[in-house]
């Protein structure tokens, strides 16, 4: 048995490794107060699926013992991918879900995505998860809740397949890395009029290719190599539960989110005249010009899935998105993060023209770095940024946001640092219109970084 540990409770979802930090008992214990939280917002069914890793059924089999020790009723959908488990809390009579998944993890990880009553919790939310197992009596209720399977899939491939419309049929390659999007992905392109070569669609929860990750480019050299050795038009590659997309061209070029962001806003816009266009501070400072010009009004905000989604409620915007890939669709959508749905709506511009790379590869850009890592100890990052954040000078004529960690806007690029919410790492990432540019800017961040711990080994 391992005990409960508040580590795993983290700012947007519940993570732990398993048979370390997580295990069967622990997922009984989040299930019962998971459903205690429920019942108390008045719901009384909770939608529980999980994705293709190896310790998922064990874990999902405790959550819905614990949920229905709480009384909560549990429909439980199987293997899917995440946004298929947000899916059913908008259209199965039940608002709040619990998605089993490791994300991009490595395979000895898992943990709990969340959504209460309509919700993706996070922050104080989940910190109450953790309170309320603490404080209960190890009591359960009077009735126990029901049990019952629903198969999904076929509800979820038909609400998109009949909302995307491809102007021509296009060939593309898809690559799964051996998540669980790999069980829908071919099925939901070719429903939509595609010719589909797929990689590492088998869901096998050891990643025996590559990690499931599109973020990082290592991840997507598979899917390069294979377009160079095909006539597929794109490549388009999802991360280990489905709710992040990545794309690459014909050429070999990876059109990271922010840029998949200008053409997603520029249509969403289009019915949307004047809206709000929600962002990330990890993204491009072309992006706020794009949307401005494109008839809508940029809005920076937080990075992290969960604090996303609260800002697009509480906004009314019709798109949100973020660096990692996250993209939020309230336009034709429900407003949860679907790398599936983002991949098809995507599909439904690019066959509009003839040469779907030349159009993207046309899209504004700079120069600019992937996330870089400094790594330091548990909590010391939350310090590092603490000090960077009041004692941090930077010379010139610079704008200085500090909504999220540090971004420095200079007239010729962006240097951002800003402290993870979920690992002791300080993300940073740079963009410049000329490498002299962006060399001078990570130079400035160097400087004040090592002012702040001498010690620190930047990767950069």
């Not at 229905?68 to 039940?94: C, E, K, R, S």
Request: some cysteine; glycine content about 10%; aromatic content about 6%.
């Amino acid at each position: 048995m391992v005990s409960l540990s508040k580590t795993i409770f983290k700012a947007y979802d519940i993570r732990g490794i398993i048979d370390k930090t997580l295990d069967a008992g622990v997922a009984r214990q989040i299930g019962q107060a998971f459903g205690q939280a429920a019942l108390a917002k008045g719901e009384t069914k909770v939608v529980i699926g999980r994705d293709g890793r190896l310790s998922g059924p064990v874990l999902t089999a405790a959550l819905a013992e614990g949920l229905q020790a709480a009384g909560v009723d549990v429909i439980d959908l199987g293997v899917v991918a995440t946004p298929m488990v947000y899916f059913g809390t908008n259209v199965l009579g039940a608002a709040s879900g619990i998605m089993v998944t490791g994300s991009h993890n490595p395979p000895d990880y898992n943990g709990f995505k969340m959504v209460l009553a309509g919700e993706a919790i996070h922050g104080e939310a989940i910190t109450a998860l953790y309170q309320r197992i603490v404080d209960h009596d190890g009591s359960s209720a009077a009735t126990k809740g029901a049990y019952s399977t629903h198969d999904i899939r076929a509800q979820y491939l038909e609400r998109i397949i009949g909302d995307v419309k491809l102007a021509r049929p296009i060939k593309i390659a898809v690559d799964c890395g051996n998540g669980v999007a790999g069980a829908f992905a071919g099925d939901l392109f070719r429903g939509m009029g595609c010719e589909v070569v797929e990689l590492f669609c088998e869901v096998d929860g050891n990643f025996p290719n590559h990690h499931p990750d599109p973020a990082h480019p290592e991840n997507l050299q598979d899917l390069i190599r294979c377009l160079q050795q095909t006539d597929a038009e794109l490549g388009i590659a999802f991360d280990g539960d489905g709710d992040r997309l990545g794309v690459v061209t014909k050429d070999g070029q990876i059109i990271y989110p922010d840029r998949q962001m200008m053409l997603f806003a520029a249509d969403v816009l289009s019915r949307h005249p004047g809206e709000q266009i929600l962002y990330d501070v990890k993204c491009t400072r072309h992006l706020a010009p794009w949307i401005s010009k494109h008839g809508g009004v940029p809005l920076m905000y937080k990075t992290g899935h969960s604090l996303v989604k609260a800002k697009l409620r509480e906004t009314g915007a019709p798109l949100g998105g973020e660096m990692s890939g996250h993209i939020f669709f309230k336009d034709r959508w429900y407003g949860f993060d679907d790398g599936l749905y983002s991949g098809a709506r995507l599909l439904e511009i690019l066959t509009r023209v003839a040469d779907p790379s030349k159009l993207l590869n046309s899209l504004p850009q700079s120069d600019s770095t992937p996330e870089l890592h400094l790594h330091l100890s548990e909590g010391e990052n939350v310090i590092v940024m603490d000090k960077l954040r009041s004692d941090a000078k930077f010379p010139g004529n610079v704008q200085i946001i500090t909504i999220d960690g540090l971004r420095v806007e200079y007239e010729d690029g962006f240097g951002l640092a800003r402290s993870s919410n979920t690992t002791p790492v300080i993300v940073m990432r740079f963009e410049a219109e000329t490498p002299a540019a962006l060399a001078r800017i990570q130079g400035q961040f160097k400087s004040v970084i090592l002012a702040a711990k001498p010690d620190a080994e930047l990767p950069f």
